[in-house]
């Protein structure tokens, strides 16, 4: 009878062991999800100022307008997902603060756009708002990415999220490149304090974060999608490193946004 006892406690033990490795597991999993529709939600949100600028520039092209509208739906619906992803979780009142910091940026984008549509420009002041709500919604973004994988124990500087800061980096950088390849005046994407990070900077950051990945990446299939990138980013480099001398905006817009496909597609094998 004890020994019969004694196998029933251990394989208790044994379950009750599985079962929080599992709990564990399913963690890391949800973490993973919701680091992801972060990632998607800041990937989308410089999608909106970025063809915003590209708006204005065309004398409020419909076509542009259209494309501003999706990145906005497209963030609306990530942030539900989020929502949802982290409503049981501790960080709810950093979902919060992201929900807000994107109303204001919605806001004033919508409210740009309107100026736009009914002047044929831009009011430099009210863009210059438009980009410090932007920057600031992004940055809440970050800390609630940084935020889910330090509480799920993930290294959010390894694997797939180094994919991620790569992606952002070069959203970013098609972003500044933009604000000012597209206005005739002094229209900029910058922080307002000694933050702020040159083109020619982040493009050496951006190259820098694309060979770490490809030294660490062994998955031949991945490796294409990255080897894919780097060429796309080689061919426009040298415009983005001297925006001053060559102003392509089109092109810049085109291959960074197929780079930022390449990278999602070699996460995802």
Same mark, same amino acid.
């Not at 100022?49 to 619906?77: H, I, L, M, P, R």
């Given at each position: 009878m004890q020994i019969k006892r004694h196998i029933q406690t251990i394989a208790a033990l044994i379950m009750s062991t599985c079962l929080a490795t599992n709990a564990v597991a399913m963690e890391k999993e949800e973490a993973l999800a919701a680091m992801d529709k972060v990632y998607d939600a800041t990937?989308? #949100?410089?999608?909106?100022?970025?063809?915003?600028?590209?708006?204005?520039?065309?004398?409020?092209?419909?076509?542009?307008?259209?494309?501003?509208?999706?990145?906005?739906?497209?963030?609306?619906?990530?942030m539900i997902d989020i929502s949802g992803l982290l409503s049981d979780s501790t960080l709810t009142s950093q979902v919060d603060a992201a929900r807000d910091a994107w109303i204001t940026y919605e806001d004033s984008l919508n409210q740009n756009i309107e100026i736009v549509k009914d002047t044929g420009y831009t009011d430099l002041r009210l863009v210059g708002e438009l980009a410090e709500y932007n920057i600031n919604f992004n940055d809440t973004l970050s800390v609630l990415y940084n935020s889910v994988a330090s509480d799920a124990g993930i290294d959010s500087s390894k694997g797939q999220n180094l994919i991620h800061d790569a992606g952002k980096l070069a959203a970013l950088i098609m972003t500044k490149y933009s604000a000012r390849s597209?206005?005739?005046?002094?229209?900029?994407?910058?922080?307002?304090?000694?933050?702020?990070?040159?083109?020619?900077?982040?493009?050496?950051?951006?190259? #820098?974060?694309?060979?770490?990945?490809?030294?660490t990446t062994t998955n031949p299939e991945a490796l294409?999608?990255?080897?894919?990138?780097?060429?796309?980013?080689?061919?426009?480099?040298?415009?983005?490193?001297?925006?001053?001398?060559?102003?392509?905006?089109?092109?810049?817009?085109l291959y960074t946004k197929k780079i930022i496909e390449d990278l999602a597609g070699a996460s995802q094998i």
């Open positions: 990937i989308n #949100s410089y999608y909106s100022v970025n063809s915003f600028y590209n708006f204005s520039a065309n004398q409020a092209d419909k076509e542009q307008q259209q494309v501003v509208q999706f990145t906005v739906g497209t963030v609306e619906d990530l597209t206005s005739t005046v002094s229209q900029v994407y910058a922080r307002d304090d000694d933050n702020d990070i040159t083109l020619d900077a982040l493009a050496k950051e951006f190259e #820098s974060t694309l060979n770490k990945l490809m030294s294409k999608m990255l080897d894919s990138a780097r060429t796309k980013w080689e061919f426009i480099a040298p415009s983005v490193i001297n925006y001053n001398e060559n102003r392509v905006n089109f092109i810049v817009n």
